[in-house]
């Protein structure tokens, strides 16, 4: 890896993404730089299911894509706030493109308030931080891994999420060429 782009969308907490930008630079060992990127993201808004389409969001970063940084290893991610979904599932946490340069992730169903529990900023943190190093290794061309408690295996639900660690397991992580 070369460089990680993040891309506050939407009114994404800044302090939310500075602390992950922490974790990054510590995870995958690279440059990450912030960046302010005017998108209107009403454009990715399905009126009808209320949500935004994750891959529309994906493929008009992809186009824009060579305006921040050309080159191997260099991923753009996008943050939001906003729910996101693909058309075949009722939402997604996040999309990547696998082995290509871009992704987005969504804290919206990451806060414990969304089920009814009192606000826990370390845990949406932590669980922020296990979205984001999961599409990124989808970027870095890694595919879902059966260790319960590597970060590349797959969640659907926040429950899924708290049970696995933030960091790669060794096998995910020799194949991104990180060792631990
Ligand atoms: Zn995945
Ligand atoms: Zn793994």
């Known amino acids: 890896m ?31 730089e912030m960046h302010a990127f005017s ?4 454009r990715f808004f399905d009126a009808g299911r209320g949500q935004y389409n994750s891959t529309d969001l994906l493929m008009h970063l992809k186009s824009h894509y060579p305006a921040l940084e050309q080159g191997p290893g260099v991923c753009t991610l996008a943050l939001v706030p ?11 946490f996040g999309e990547a493109e696998v082995g290509g340069n871009v992704a987005v992730v969504s804290y919206h169903r990451l806060s414990p308030e969304r089920y009814g529990l009192p606000p826990d900023n370390a845990l949406l943190l932590a669980r922020f931080v296990k ?20 970060v590349m ?3 659907s639900y926040v429950e899924e999420i708290d049970l696995k660690e933030q960091s790669f397991c060794r096998a995910c992580a020799s194949e991104l060429g990180l060792r631990y």
């Not at 969308?9 to 990450?32: D, N």
């Not at 998108?39 to 009403?42: I, R, S, V, W």
Request: charged share 15%; proline share 4%.
């Open 131 to 150: 979205e984001v190093v999961h599409e990124l290794g989808h970027v870095f061309s890694l595919i879902h891994c059966s260790a319960q408690s590597c």
């Open 82 to 92: 906003f729910d996101l979904f693909i058309p075949i599932l009722t939402y997604v």
């Open 39 to 42: 998108l209107d993201p009403e």
């Open 153 to 155: 295996h797959s969640s």
């Open 2 to 32: 070369n460089a990680i782009h993040l891309l506050p969308l939407g009114g994404t907490s800044t302090v939310l993404v500075e602390a992950l930008s922490g974790h990054l630079r510590q995870t995958f060992r690279t440059r990450v």
